[in-house]
């Protein structure tokens, strides 16, 4: 009996405290008032956060942009043109063209080396050099890397429109219309992009549309699969009954009530297949059938160094580097968002 | 099983069917001029459209095409590439060196991406587990034939160990570059899958259960891991032994090799497109695809028994990329 009221008793023995003016302050040197996990904040404020702590993704984020504001200021930043033979008249009045010159800027050089070069070109600055016929490859490596971004744009474009709005429609209805859309679809997956490709060649003329077209006709399937998917999750869910109860056609349940709720992985579908559509524009511009002289795209700009590769092998690096960080770039964005929209439990 | 079987191939025999009467429709309506007007008369080119059945009703064309294809398995003749040869005569070797190639790209694709996902999986965070992660970056971000081309660079050129160009003399030692270029990509997706799957299975209550039973080393992993782990990987590997097919275009025209693609890309790029040419490789490859797809579904029905009971036909045709297999697999 007296051991217990030792025990309870001693605290208070020891110390009398009085309480002081400070206690009933915030301490602001800890950072524990806000609750990063579990505070009640926007979903879009979530993601925001997550994908930004994710270095990964924020790195291709930055890779993208440098390259977007490289393509849209890159060809501007010096004098030639894309299409532009760079030539120079020399005393006796003779054109010389600056054929496959090695990447040169003059100033650095001379900080180099102390040395000027001694041939007509000597002030002009070529950063990736020409190519075997005397046009700039700084500009046209850029104007091709507006080929690929234009092909980013669509992508994005032919997947929002076509391929989700197809998927959503079909698992909203079901019955009949979703099994004619569905063989309509498994249709359309069984024709290689190739063929599509082949088919289309026969009637139009080859260049950037045909591209487009063949990506207008393939790319909306692996879309529309998962946005099918997300609706048969999503159609059975009180909130879409409360929402019919509530008076609302199907349009708005499809498109206002449904779609904001499978957002998360339609867009990270999304960004998965720019870079397969960027490497398709690339490959078919490689084989001939893409972009036609004199324009460029990286996939022709590669093939023309490959053309040249025992003998010019600076050619071929920039479009090669500027393919393969804009694949790794949004392959990192698309690994970064799905995380950050659907993150699990032990990410928390 | 025979029954879904067959249900199966049926609906892959009424794809084809439908697929071939679009591309011989698209083919055959499409504004365009199989003759060059320029050098030929008006009487001749309607002699010429007489002579090849082009004045006949579309449908009675696409019976005569058909019925030569089944009956003598003749595609007709290409107009341009190969001064005009008989298809059939052509696309026989074409046909084998594509295969060929293809065929040692997926084989070596397909072994070495499991053993380096497995050794991956077991040796978690390890050697091999960072190098499969960089391999699986590398094979994305890394268009196979950028990796062909430095391959070619430096392997045939700066040291000529390998040929330059693939000849049919020199089989095996001129079918290692293409091939391996080939199925870096492959290469690198299974091997990720792999390692992702196996990683999951590990972590699974039976896998603990099979070892506190006392079951460990090759028995655990190839009865129990292996085996479970194996049959999301078989939906993988089945796009990507189409996309080997045509992504096998670039590997020819880099290395010469007179396949299927080089066929392909000479019929569209070529100064007149080739018709026949283009008809009969679209009817070729599109029947290659439905038919890995039709014998993947066979094998993935065999390896997963629910997958009959859900009959789901779109659940194992999915795009090659991993978060499109992610997103309909759970339905």
């Not at chain 2, 090759?218 to 999301?232: F, Y």
Request: proline fraction near 5%; charged fraction near 15%.
């Amino acid at each position: 009996m007296s051991k217990k009221k030792n025990i309870a008793a001693a605290p208070v023995a020891e110390t009398a405290y009085v309480p002081k003016a400070e206690d009933f302050e915030f301490d602001t040197s800890l950072d524990i008032s806000t609750d990063r996990n579990f505070a009640s904040q926007g979903f879009w404020k979530g993601v925001f956060t997550r994908f930004f702590k994710n270095a990964r993704a924020v790195i291709g984020l930055v890779i993208i942009v440098l390259i977007i504001l490289l393509s849209l200021f890159g060809p501007s930043m010096n004098s030639y043109g894309y299409k532009d033979i760079q030539s120079i008249k020399d005393e006796s009045g003779k054109e010389i063209t600056a054929r496959s010159i090695p990447p040169r800027i003059p100033w650095l050089h001379k900080l180099m080396t102390g040395e000027e070069y001694d041939d007509p070109f000597a002030d002009k600055t070529f950063i990736f050099g020409t190519d075997s016929i005397g046009r700039d490859l700084w500009t046209r490596v850029w104007y091709g890397a507006r080929v690929s971004l234009l092909i980013a744009f669509v992508t994005i474009f032919i997947d929002m429109i076509v391929g989700m709005s197809f998927g959503l429609i079909s698992g909203f209805y079901g019955g009949a219309a979703d099994i004619i859309m569905q063989r309509f679809v498994e249709i359309s997956n069984s024709i290689p992009r190739l063929v599509i490709v082949g088919v289309l060649a026969t009637f139009m003329p080859k260049g950037i549309g045909l591209v487009i077209v063949a990506l207008l006709l393939t790319e909306w399937i692996g879309m529309s699969k998962i946005a099918r998917a997300e609706m048969l999750k999503m159609k059975n869910q009180e909130y879409v009954m409360a929402s019919r109860t509530l008076g609302a056609g199907n349009a708005r349940i499809i498109f206002v009530d449904i779609l904001p709720n499978t957002i998360g992985p339609i867009i990270t579908q999304m960004m998965f297949s720019i870079p397969t559509a960027i490497f398709t524009e690339a490959f078919l511009s490689f084989v001939g059938v893409g972009i036609m002289l004199p324009q460029c795209s990286v996939g022709s700009l590669i093939e023309d160094g490959f053309n040249n590769i025992t003998t010019l092998p600076y050619q071929i690096i920039p479009p090669i580097l500027v393919l393969a960080f804009l694949m790794l770039a949004f392959n990192f964005v698309g690994d970064g968002l799905r995380e950050a929209l659907a993150p699990r439990i032990e990410d928390m | 099983m025979g029954r879904y079987i067959i249900k199966r191939v049926i609906m892959a025999l009424i794809t084809l069917f439908i697929i071939t009467f679009l591309l011989f429709l698209l083919v055959r309506i499409m504004p365009g001029n199989p003759f060059p007007s320029e050098r030929m008369s008006d009487e001749a080119i309607e002699k010429k459209r007489e002579e090849m059945g082009l004045n006949d009703p579309i449908l009675v064309q696409y019976k005569n095409y058909i019925s030569g294809i089944i009956r003598t398995g003749s595609f007709g003749k290409g107009s341009s590439l190969y001064n005009g040869a008989p298809i059939a005569t052509v696309l026989p070797k074409a046909m084998s060196n594509s295969f060929r190639i293809g065929g040692v790209a997926i084989l070596m694709g397909v072994s070495i991406g499991l053993i380096l996902g497995i050794a991956a999986a077991l040796n978690r965070g390890r050697f091999w587990d960072v190098f499969c992660t960089v391999l699986s970056i590398v094979g994305v971000c890394i268009p196979s034939y950028v990796f062909m081309i430095f391959l070619q660079y430096f392997f045939a050129y700066k040291i000529p160990f390998f040929p330059f160009y693939f000849n049919n003399r020199n089989f095996l030692m001129s079918s290692v570059m293409p091939a391996l270029s080939l199925s870096l990509f492959s290469m690198s997706t299974v091997a990720r899958f792999t390692r992702n799957e196996m990683v999951e299975v590990m972590d699974s209550d039976y896998v603990l259960m099979a070892e506190s039973k006392g079951m460990y080393g090759t028995k655990l992993v190839t009865r129990h891991i292996l085996r479970n782990a194996l049959i999301p990987i078989v939906t993988v590997i089945a796009p990507l032994i189409v996309d080997l097919l045509t992504g096998a275009l670039v590997v020819e025209k880099i290395y010469g090799i007179n396949g299927i693609g080089k066929l392909m890309v000479d019929a569209i790029t070529g100064e007149g497109i080739d018709y026949n040419w283009v008809l009969a490789l679209g009817i070729l490859y599109s029947a290659m695809y439905i038919g890995i797809m039709l014998v993947l579904d066979i094998v993935y029905c065999l390896l997963d028994p629910r997958i009959r009971v859900s009959d789901d036909p779109g659940s194992s045709k999915e795009a090659s990329d991993s978060t499109a297999a992610e997103g309909t697999v759970g339905v």
